[in-house]
């Protein structure tokens, strides 16, 4: 009896909707037994602990009809909040809305969803089509019974799109929470497709929750790269729009699919040319800082990349344990790329040691500088880090490791010229660094000018000895002469003499 529990506008306790329209007609068999288990001595005192059993399920029967009903009476309210809203024009009640929704969405059944759908859309609707077909029907006694309505009560029709995109947005819930992905990618497009034709900024807070779940149905059956250009074009249409809610998800989801693919360029070049304004939801906002340490480190840009993540995990609400682990992985990375060690409160939060185990591990092996457990750990971990994406970058950490060895071996060769007495100087083992022990004004004494002295006589003496080394060889200056140029010489002395010779016979 959906139309019946929605249409009624007065509020009524759970238990005391659910005894009209949720409890089945009892039956002659079911009466019998009941008879029999409380009128009966000779039934009770035979059987006791079937008499419990059957009390038990009895129980545990009206509990599940007063959940029903009572998620029924929510899915109700939350239709009326969202119809305040969108009249009133008030954002904050349709996302009051969408919160509620979420809460209750593992409470939901099929048919709640189908009830909803009779008391929310119009029989005749498009919406109402295509979302009752997508929703599985439920088999049983108490759906025959809830089948049948009184004719004389009628449900009250919402013909607002908010209600329509609501309608969407929570069969698509239900679809993803039992896994009916298939059904889950055709809601979602369709919802998409509506939302096209929409320009309420009542709707926005609705469509960024079905841009996420669309983004997710993808992701989930491995279609992602097939939306893109579809996101793109939402995107512009946000922009275009000044829905900032919508570009700010959006944009994020855009980050996502490019990480997704390892396209770390394109997202790059996507963040940087959007549009940039004042965050409007703080998950969004954190979605964004996380994204953004994962390009800057995949760029080498360690010191902005460890800003973002860590701001990424303090800013992250405290419920979204999966999130912060993730940012805190990346932030381990990072640091250890930077050459710091994490300290171990890091590993030691609640409910991430498990999860932080590997880095743990991994850190360690950093901190000593042993090459062969590095190794060890990164073949038994290999699985965990390809599964966070951060395969790529334990490669790098394999310098980090060296430069850790080579650093102790250097202490242990300073330590030993210490001791030796050719440095005058101390080490210092917790920072890592050596200190050279003060001594007096050198240039007061002597040693200065015998420094000079013996440095000037060297340079001398080795001046000397080169000079005294210097042989020349006969004409080893002149340049050997070619035949063609003796040639040319010969004939110029030939022709100087018979001039010569022609001057002394003019002067006889």
């Not at 002597?446 to 440095?455: L, T």
Request: net charge neutral; hydrophobic share 40%; charged share 25%.
């Amino acid at each position: 009896m959906a139309d019946v529990e929605m249409g009624d506008s007065q509020h009524q306790p759970a238990a005391a909707a659910a005894a009209p329209s949720d409890a089945p007609a009892p039956t002659q068999s079911t009466l019998q037994s009941e008879y029999l288990l409380s009128d009966s001595p000779h039934a009770v005192s035979l059987n006791p602990s079937f008499s419990r059993l059957r009390r038990r399920a009895r129980q545990q029967q009206l509990t599940l009809m007063v959940l029903r009903t009572s998620s029924r009476a929510d899915l109700k309210e939350i239709a009326a909040l969202i119809e305040a809203g969108s009249l009133s024009k008030e954002i904050r009640r349709i996302s009051r809305a969408v919160r509620l929704t979420i809460a209750l969405r593992r409470r939901l059944a099929a048919r709640d969803v189908t009830a909803f759908l009779s008391f929310a859309l119009p029989p005749s609707s498009d919406a109402f089509a295509r979302l009752s077909a997508l929703v599985p029907k439920e088999d049983g006694s108490e759906m025959e019974v809830d089948a049948v309505a009184p004719a004389a009560q009628v449900s009250i029709k919402h013909g607002l799109p908010e209600i329509e995109i609501y309608c969407y947005l929570l069969v698509l819930i239900f679809l993803i929470d039992n896994k009916k992905y298939d059904e889950a990618k055709a809601c979602a497009s369709t919802s998409i497709a509506r939302l096209k034709n929409l320009n309420r900024r009542t709707v926005d807070v609705l469509a960024c929750r079905l841009y996420s779940y669309f983004s997710y149905v993808h992701e989930v059956t491995n279609s992602l790269s097939e939306i893109r250009g579809t996101l793109l074009a939402l995107h512009r249409m946000a922009t275009l729009h000044r829905d900032e809610l919508g570009q700010e998800t959006l944009l994020n989801l855009l980050l996502r699919n490019y990480l997704h693919y390892n396209l770390y360029d394109q997202a790059e070049k996507l963040r940087s040319k959007a549009p940039r304004f004042e965050a409007h939801s703080n998950q969004q906002f954190c979605r964004y800082l996380f994204y953004l340490g994962k390009i800057r480190t995949i760029q080498l840009e360690y010191t902005d990349a460890k800003e973002s993540l860590l701001q990424a995990a303090r800013k992250a609400p405290t419920a979204a344990l999966g999130f912060r682990i993730q940012c805190n992985k990346w932030a381990i990375i990072v640091r250890l790329l930077l050459g710091e060690i994490p300290e171990r409160t890091i590993f030691m939060q609640k409910g991430m040691k498990a999860a932080l185990t590997p880095y743990f591990e991994l850190t360690n092996a950093v901190r000593v500088g042993d090459l062969e457990l590095f190794r060890a750990v990164a073949d038994k971990f290999s699985s965990t880090f390809s599964a966070d994406r951060t395969q790529n970058l334990i490669v790098r950490l394999r310098h980090n490791v060296i430069r850790t060895g080579l650093l102790a071996d250097a202490e242990s060769i300073v330590a030993k010229a210490i001791r030796d007495g050719a440095i005058d100087a101390t080490i210092d083992h917790a920072n890592g660094w050596m200190v050279s022990k003060e001594t007096g004004d050198v240039y007061s004494t002597n040693e200065p000018q015998i420094a000079f002295n013996s440095r000037i006589a060297f340079c001398l003496n080795m001046h000397n000895e080169a000079v005294k080394a210097l042989r020349f060889p006969p004409n080893s200056h002149k340049e050997k002469e070619s035949a063609e140029k003796r040639r040319e010489r010969l004939q110029q002395e030939e022709e100087l003499a018979k001039h010569m010779a022609e001057e002394d016979d003019d002067d006889f």
